[in-house]
């Protein structure tokens, strides 16, 4: 089975730092671009960070400058480093995985909940 494990979310105040990661198992993952998708009660679900297999990334323009995607290909792990959080940024985030060969094979993790207040 796929399994996509998300860890490190919490509370935070304005201003400070949290790093997400995803571990996943179950497949070679070396054909799929990973990253990172977030969503409130409410809202559609939005693409935060997403890593091609070749390293290319791209980011929501909310998260310029403060966001930093990052993978490790032999561990099947990717991670999202947060930086300069604001209360806008407090949702579910969810590591998502998708087969750059075959599109419709993709895959989500369970979601870990990032809340910034003061």
């Known amino acids: 089975q796929v399994q996509l494990v998300e860890s490190g979310g919490g509370l935070v105040q304005p201003g400070g730092s949290l790093r997400l990661s995803c571990a996943a198992s179950?497949?070679?993952?070396?054909?799929?671009?990973m990253g990172w998708y977030r969503q409130t009660p409410g809202k559609q679900r939005e693409m935060v960070a997403l890593e091609t297999r070749y390293g290319t990334t791209s980011y929501d323009t909310s998260t310029t400058g403060r966001f930093i995607i990052s993978r490790d290909m032999a561990g099947n792990t990717v991670h999202l480093l947060m930086n300069a959080l604001k209360p806008e940024d407090t949702a579910v985030y969810y590591c998502?995985?998708?087969?750059?060969?075959?599109?419709?094979?993709?895959?989500w993790g369970q979601g870990t909940q990032v809340t910034v207040s003061s």
């Open positions: 179950g497949t070679d993952f070396s054909r799929y671009a």
């Open positions: 998502y995985a998708m087969n750059e060969e075959r599109y419709s094979q993709e895959y």
